[in-house]
């Protein structure tokens, strides 16, 4: 068989050598019997004519010839597809039509499809990828649905759980790299010894982490990705052993990771041991998470999910029998959950790319029929030819043959028109914020959208050339006799035409209903008011570098000096610290103990998010205050503790009576009262996981000195426009310590806008694939009602020379169309409601069937409808009687 | 010695592999060959050699080279691959059996019935 397929590809690849050869090869033949007959006495003229009789028609053997190499199906095809060529070239009109339908609907589904998969399809690149696992804590109850692991965990596990092969931990970070003066930050992860050992990639040169590297005494060394060791040690072959300064600190180069090495979506560059010291291992930190460390594991050949989950599960409650918090622990409803990476890792953009990837099939479905519809009433046109064609013995796979080169010609060409439009979608992916999407740095244009695209092309014409072979074969007799009276076409072929419309009203319908319910969600989320007014605050994050400021003292020192610098900026109203602004995409929550406050029984503790602020940072945010007053720059100075309560905060903890003056200890247990902290004043309550989030988590905000973080937001309100601020923010924090910068610098309405492309990203392409949808569809209905008026030329003639009055003609169009649209919009209302059931997981406020969305649906429909048949019928009622009976 | 015998159905490919089999020919060399091995009791019909030897290659069981004829023209020339040797063997083991089976068959006398 192999043998067969390369001997047939040789001829074809070097087709003129082939036929050069045969040639040669037949003649030298002729020849040699030419002159042996010579030799035998008969003359050469004689000689020569003998001989090409005896040997028959050299064109005859040839073809035989060819067709024992297998040559001759594909001399047959290409000659069918020159001619399906030359038809498709004489209707420039319809082949553009065509050719940009196919583009446009494939072209949507190769740029959804390249970034599903990139994001769902294609496993993690390490091998065995389906057997890697992650496990988080989860304390529902609480209101932390996932709080990653604890260092306690780790070592409580490893080595325990039968289920895994080997389990370990990693926590992402950034760190300053470099000597003093030529400093860069970089992301960086920290891992467990036995990291790349579970994801079973290591580093190609030196090597992986010990076990004695994981104290602080011991952890100065580093593997570096393979790009790294590229752009900072020019692919150094002996940088093993070499130093490099990390956060001020020497570490020594242990191993270079393999090319494209990468976790998840994690651009780190560097990797380091996750040093530890004992007491951070203790029981007592077993649910001190925080979401900061997350766990791998590899689970073994032959062991499932569930048994990893009940070895979990059983270990879990075995531990938890001596620990004192248990009660509170069990209250919140805390469970250890096992779950596949990859599907964990993308989960949360998991129903909006499907629902986007249901949304341009319904697209290629539209395209489809629409051009099916097109294809059939060209068709119609040649179906006499056809019907001839038969009766004189063509064969019908001859036929089948010639439709399918035909339909697939258009799609293969318009796929490759696609492949161009699929380019520049996954551009505008990007732009629409696809790369940060979890893996969609991996989104990428390759051999296997191709491939995809050259399936689809494929499938696209098969089932194009369906409707047509259906009408050329329905009864062979039956289309020569209608088309040759020519007066009406077959009933059962007009039929399947305005089906298809319906078919085609319906499922724009349904995109455009679909597309409706991600507007509006989209419209309520951004109507949610955010809890301080956002317009005119600029903010920029500012870590300061562990040595420098080692004590809470030194980090209060600065942020009191970039207050006050910012304060005396010109245009600059008022400026604050906070550790974690909203939106900034961390939502990390801890506890707080209320003085005096008995949970009911079962009530779990609850995590609220806690904030440390300096400066005027209330003011300059946009808080409103409810009750009392802000905390002000002193409050970290001052030895009475103080803090701010949100109004859910209030709400929950003091429901009738006024928080002012009450008191509160951070953490999960009451302490000493000199601990304690005031409450002092209480700020309506602000989104911070994003506008949309509606747990009423409750929010304490303590003065910095109290909650003190390296990593730091500036917030500052200004009266000019931010643009202007942007470069004396910079300034200002180089001024007050040179080695410093400030990063990450965002208006609070662009962190706003950016907290919603999740829902503005994917109502936009569906509004995109709606525009093309509507497109479609009218040409779809006016080619069916501009086709049924041309055929009925004659009929609308005779009626009119009996006296027909023209606007009778046009109604009768026009009620054909109108019903078209009912059945259209009947159908497609249906799909709304299960389209709606469907997205109701990405819906915000909006019932599944929207009476509003449906309405502007319906409105749409109409009116691009109405436009599509107004045409077709004015022309019907302005057919002449005279000529349309004398063109017949 | 009478008119040459037209082949029998079915025998060209195997009388083809075995004039290949004895030495490297060109498709003039194939017809001349087997006229001789057989006495010149057998003709092949010129216009069905090529396409068997093109069939033949595509199969495999045949390779063809350029080369020089003996009157020093440049010609195309068959030899035998691995997979042609195989089916040469099945195919003259198959043949000999057919022919003792007939033979006995026609040889029958009404006694031994």
Request: one cysteine or more; hydrophobic letters at 45%.
């Amino acid at each position: 068989m192999l043998a067969r397929i390369r001997s047939l590809l040789r001829a074809l690849v070097s087709r003129r050598d082939f036929e050069a050869g045969m040639t040669e090869e037949l003649r030298f033949h002729i020849e040699q019997y030419t002159d042996e007959l010579v030799r035998s006495g008969i003359p050469p003229e004689e000689a020569r004519r003998r001989a090409r009789m005896d040997f028959g028609r050299v064109d005859t053997v040839k073809g035989d010839c060819r067709e024992a190499r297998g040559l001759m199906l594909f001399d047959e095809l290409s000659r069918e597809f020159r001619y399906a060529a030359r038809l498709l070239r004489k209707t420039p009109g319809f082949t553009t039509t065509a050719l940009l339908t196919v583009a446009l609907c494939l072209g949507a589904n190769l740029t959804i499809f390249a970034v599903i998969d990139s994001i769902l399809l294609r496993p993690l690149p390490f091998p065995d990828a389906q057997r890697l696992v992650t496990l988080y804590n989860t304390y529902p109850k609480a209101g932390v649905e996932r709080d990653g692991s604890s260092l306690t965990n780790y070592y409580e596990r490893r080595g325990r759980t039968p289920a895994f092969s080997s389990l370990s931990i990693y926590r992402f970070g950034t760190a300053i790299v470099g000597e003093p003066g030529s400093t860069e930050r970089e992301q960086t992860t920290h891992v467990s010894p036995d990291f790349f050992t579970t994801l079973g990639v290591g580093p190609f040169m030196g090597r992986g982490f010990t076990e004695q590297e994981t104290t602080y005494q011991t952890n100065a060394v580093a593997i570096l990705t393979y790009d790294y060791w590229r752009q900072h040690f020019n692919a150094d072959p002996h940088v093993i052993g070499r130093q490099i300064r990390v956060d001020d600190l020497p570490k020594t180069v242990i191993g270079v990771l393999p090319p494209g090495f990468h976790l998840l979506s994690s651009q780190a560059q560097l990797y380091f041991p996750l040093a530890s010291r004992p007491e951070d291992r203790a029981p007592r930190r077993r649910h001190a998470g925080g979401n900061v460390i997350q766990m791998i594991a590899r689970l073994k050949p032959g062991a499932t999910l569930d048994r990893a989950q009940s070895q979990i599960d059983a270990q879990n409650a075995s531990l938890e029998t001596d620990d004192p918090q248990a009660k509170m622990i069990a209250d919140a409803g805390f469970r250890t959950i096992v779950t596949p990476l990859h599907a964990d890792h993308v989960a949360a953009v998991r129903p909006t790319l499907l629902l986007l990837q249901a949304g341009v099939l319904v697209l290629l479905l539209i395209g489809t029929v629409n051009l099916a519809n097109l294809l059939l009433i060209r068709a119609n046109g040649r179906a006499k030819e056809i019907a001839v064609r038969q009766a004189l013995g063509a064969s019908r796979t001859h036929l089948v043959r010639e439709v399918l080169v035909e339909t697939t010609q258009i799609t293969l060409f318009g796929g490759l028109i696609g492949l161009a439009v699929a380019a520049g979608g996954i551009r505008l992916l990007t732009v629409l914020g696809a790369d940060r999407l979890p893996l969609g740095a991996q989104i990428a244009f390759d051999a296997r959208l191709a491939l995809a695209a050259l399936l689809a092309a494929i499938a696209m014409g098969i089932a194009l050339a369906m409707p047509i072979i259906w009408l050329h074969f329905r009864g062979s007799g039956n289309a020569l006799r209608s088309e040759t009276r020519s007066a009406t076409t077959g009933r059962a072929a007009q039929t399947l035409k305005q089906g298809f419309v319906v078919a085609q009203i319906a499922l724009a319908f349904v995109l455009l209903a679909g597309a409706g319910l991600l507007g509006l969600s989209l419209k309520r989320a951004m109507a949610i008011y955010p809890g301080f007014e956002a317009d005119h605050v600029l903010t920029g994050q500012v870590s300061m570098i562990g040595k420098k400021y080692p004590a809470a003292s030194a980090g209060l020192a600065f942020t009191d000096r970039l207050v006050d610098e910012l304060d005396r900026q010109p245009g600059v109203l008022s400026a604050g610290v906070v550790n974690n602004v909203p939106f900034s995409g961390r939502s990390g929550k801890s506890a707080a103990t209320v003085k005096g406050y008995v949970r009911r029984p079962g009530e779990p503790l609850l995590g609220h998010y806690s904030y440390g602020v300096g400066g005027d940072y209330f003011r300059a945010m946009g808080f409103h205050l409810r009750a009392g007053r802000f905390l002000k720059a002193a409050d970290s100075r001052r030895p009475e503790r103080v803090c701010v309560v949100d109004e859910d905060f209030a709400r929950h903890y003091w429901p009738h009576t006024s928080p002012l003056g009450h008191q509160l200890f951070q953490g999960s247990e009451p302490g000493p009262d000199t601990e304690a902290f005031t409450v002092v004043g209480v700020v309506d309550s602000i989104k911070q996981a994003g506008l949309t989030d509606e747990t009423a988590q409750g929010a304490v905000y303590y003065p910095y000195i109290y909650r003190p973080e390296s990593d730091i937001f500036v917030v500052t309100r200004t009266s000019i426009p931010l643009e202007s601020l942007r470069l004396t923010l910079q300034r200002v924090v180089r001024q007050v310590d040179p080695e410093l910068s400030a990063n990450d610098i965002q208006s609070m309405g662009d962190r706003i806008a950016d907290s919603l492309v999740s829902r503005r990203s994917p109502a936009l392409l569906a509004g995109l694939f709606c525009g093309i949808a509507l497109l479609l569809t009218g040409i779809g209905t006016y080619g069916v009602l501009s086709y049924a008026v041309a055929q009925r030329g004659r009929e609308i003639g005779v009626r009119m020379a009996l006296g027909a009055q023209p606007s009778q003609i046009r109604t009768q169009f026009l009620t054909l169309a109108l019903r078209l649209f009912i059945g259209g919009t009947a159908l497609g209302s249906v799909g709304d409601w299960l389209t709606g059931k469907a997205m109701q997981s990405v819906l915000f406020h909006v019932p599944a069937l929207s009476i509003f969305a449906l309405g502007c649906a319906a409105g749409i429909m109409a009116l691009i409808s109405l436009v599509a048949c107004l045409l077709p019928a004015n022309r019907a009622a302005r057919i002449s009687p005279m000529q349309a009976l004398a063109e017949q | 010695m009478g008119k040459p015998a037209e082949i029998l159905p079915g025998t060209l490919d195997m009388l083809i592999l075995k004039a290949v089999s004895l030495e490297p020919l060109h498709g003039y060399g194939v017809l001349l060959r087997i006229r001789q091995i057989s006495g010149d009791a057998l003709e092949i019909p010129q216009g069905s050699l090529y396409p068997a030897l093109y069939r033949l290659e595509h199969q495999g069981l045949l390779a063809a080279e350029w080369g020089q004829s003996e009157n020093n023209r440049r010609a195309k020339y068959y030899t035998l691959t691995g997979a042609g040797r195989r089916r040469l063997r099945e195919e003259t083991a198959g043949w000999n059996r057919l022919v003792s089976a007939i033979a006995a068959a026609l040889n029958t006398t009404s006694e031994e019935v």
